[in-house]
């Protein structure tokens, strides 16, 4: 795996805490995915199971088909689905030609039967960001 990729799974704030060993096990467990320009990546409100770490190029983030934001190298999106198999938020579609590196579901779930320090270590995360959301005032 080479520096480059490790530094962007390292700036996903799920995978923050595991050692470079552990992000190469998460390397191993996901490919590489290429899409043209105007492809749809995802689709918002389609049940969901892969992560995806974009590698080169851009993408647009749709939500009721109305851009949202611009992902370039080092953005990601389905962190939760890779979890949790819901549905998607919105949709992601090609600007340019996409390299994106794809965690799907029962890979990383295999993994994480293989290698519980990772299981663990994401657990920790979840739950510190769990705990920062129950001290944000609610607006109620």
């Not at 939760?80 to 965690?103: E, F, K």
């Not at 039967?113 to 510190?128: A, H, N, P, Q």
């Not at 769990?130 to 109620?140: H, I, K, N, V």
Request: without cysteine; aromatic residues 6%; proline residues 3%.
């Amino acid at each position: 795996m080479n520096v480059m990729t490790t530094r962007l799974l390292r700036s996903v704030p799920l995978f923050q805490g595991l050692s470079t060993r552990e992000l190469r096990e998460i390397r191993r467990a996901a490919e590489d995915v290429e899409f043209r320009e105007g492809a749809t990546i995802v689709a918002e409100g389609l049940l969901a199971s892969d992560f995806y770490l974009v590698l080169d190029g851009q993408a647009e983030v749709l939500i009721h088909e109305r851009r949202r934001r611009v992902l370039g190298a080092g953005d990601y999106f389905g962190e939760m689905s890779v979890l949790d198999g819901g549905p998607r938020s919105a949709t992601v579609r090609a600007i340019t030609r996409v390299t994106a590196l794809r965690l799907d579901r029962p890979a990383f779930l295999r993994l994480l039967d293989r290698e519980g320090s990772i299981g663990r270590k994401i657990l920790l995360v979840m739950s510190e960001r769990l705990r920062a959301a129950e001290r944000t005032p609610s607006r109620y």
